[in-house]
């Protein structure tokens, strides 16, 4: 019954609703097995401890009967009340097997009537020369039997001993509480079902402060969620803060490429405007008319990408050891005569970042290297230490160049600024490897090279996790 009803839950959209059916269906189960074990247990202790009772009463009646001149003499007292109300369902007797003994014994609430017994045949005594059985009653009511055979004396007289105990009333006294015990495991599973859709329905309203504050997010009102939850949920608001402020890096981000992308075409473009005047006539007419354009196409491009950026970002992954691989292996051929060496000490990194990104910083910094360097680049890979930040990787780039000068190292990540004009280039390569490390929330530091003597680019990223 349970896998019929679980099957259409799937198609319950609520998840408090699936819950709540859920624990419904486990406490309906739970108490009906319950009930049906202490019912069983209490029938079990019932039906062993009359029939010790009956013993008891048997082995009382066996204790209070003798023999005198050959004939059955004594007064049982079992010490139960029932003994002596007449036709009660509780009876005791004692008759006379052996032909050398001779009379009866009967209890008051017999009657002086008699109960049969069934041959030995077909309920046969056990090792204790016992034997037990049920006869219906003289009113209708059903009898639990304990019956032994006694020798009574040295002359092997010997004597049937039975106690009769009412069965009917022992099951009506098993039916009494197992009727009470479901009217009260019914009124208990009622109300625990009850409390715990509450429970449920309480617990769970954290979630729905999450849903409102997504929303609140989405139309504007705030600008993260609040963290203040329960510790199963604060997780799920720290990493979804997590990822508005990666998207919000990215949309900044976006933003410097495109002001890098402007700044670098700016002169070139210039310079062709003021050559088309120059030159004059067609020829200049027809530079100046792509020059134009080629502004126009520019804009509205970058345009576009400003939009995508902050539509569509997401959060990236990017393996570190294949992608620096391919960098040193591409930097390698275009500088044949630099030894080029790479020391991956965590070939299992992963960049909690985009590959491009990754690719760019990298590649700008061995550009650099390649550019400067006289007969040697060194690419090292090791995590970072932890007063840089958590969960983060260093690379370090070092070439045997002149280096810079501790002077030089601001002007070298300012925008645009040359340090040796006699070297190609725009000026932008350490400025957008330093605004793209610092949207990653990353430190990018220019030091002198330890082991080759120039410069050493060490920059420091974060790791995604598991």
């Known amino acids: 019954m349970i896998l019929r009803l679980t099957r259409y839950l799937p198609n319950v959209r609520s998840l408090s609703l699936r819950v709540i059916l859920f624990s419904t269906l486990w406490t309906i ?71 050398n003994l001779k009379g009866s014994l009967r209890s008051i609430s017999l009657g002086g009537k008699s109960i049969d017994s069934p041959s030995t045949l077909m309920v046969p005594f056990d090792t204790s020369f016992q034997r037990s059985y049920t006869e219906p009653g003289l009113k209708g009511e059903q009898l639990s039997i304990v019956e032994t055979e006694v020798v009574l004396d040295a002359e092997n007289r010997v004597a049937r001993f039975r106690v009769m105990g009412n069965l009917s009333e022992l099951e009506g006294e098993i039916a009494d509480f197992r009727n009470t015990l479901y009217f009260y ?8 079902t009850l409390i715990n859709a509450a429970v449920i329905l309480f617990g769970l309203r954290p979630l729905d402060r999450v849903r409102r504050s ?17 510790i199963e949920i604060a997780p799920l608001a720290r990493e979804m803060n997590a990822l508005i402020e990666n998207n919000r890096r990215i949309m900044e981000r976006s933003r410097t490429q495109v002001g890098n992308l402007a700044h670098s075409l700016k002169t070139p473009l210039s310079v062709l405007a003021n050559e088309s005047r120059t030159i004059g006539g067609a020829k200049g007419k027809i530079v100046a008319e792509q ?94 230490g932890p007063e840089t930040m958590d969960n983060a990787f260093d690379i370090s780039v070092e070439d045997d160049g002149p280096g810079l000068a501790p002077g ?38 220019l030091e002198r090279s330890e082991d080759l003597g120039g410069l050493r680019a060490r920059i420091t990223l974060p790791v995604a996790g598991d």
């Open 29 to 99: 189960v739970s108490f009906v097995a319950i009930a049906t074990i202490i019912s069983a247990l209490y029938g079990e202790a019932r039906q062993h401890s009359f029939q010790q009772l009956l013993s008891a009463h048997l082995f009382s009646v066996i204790a209070s009967v003798s023999v005198n001149d050959g004939t059955l003499v004594g007064r049982p007292d079992p010490g139960e009340v029932r003994y002596s109300s007449p036709f009660s369902g509780w009876y005791w007797s004692v008759d006379p097997v052996a032909d």
């Open 185 to 192: 495991l019914g009124v208990f599973g009622i109300a625990g």
């Open 214 to 230: 997504l929303a609140d997010i989405r139309e504007g009102k705030v600008s993260r969620l609040d963290e203040d939850l329960p």
């Open 291 to 384: 020059s134009a354009a080629m502004q126009v196409q520019i804009q509205h491009y970058l345009q576009r990408a400003r939009v995508a950026a902050q539509r569509d970002s997401v959060v990236f992954r990017a393996s570190v050891t294949p992608i620096l691989a391919r960098l040193v292996r591409v930097t390698a051929k275009l500088n044949p005569g630099m030894d080029m060496r790479f020391d991956n000490r965590m070939p299992d990194a992963v960049f909690a970042g985009e590959q491009e990104d990754l690719e760019e910083i990298v590649g700008n910094l061995l550009e650099n290297a390649g550019k400067w360097g006289r007969s040697a680049i060194r690419l090292t890979v090791s995590a970072a």
């Open 408 to 445: 030089q190292i601001k002007d070298a990540l300012t925008r645009g600024k040359r340090l040796d004009e006699s070297k190609p280039g725009t000026g932008l390569g350490l400025s957008i490897v330093h605004d793209t490390v610092r949207e990653y929330g990353g430190t990018l530091r």
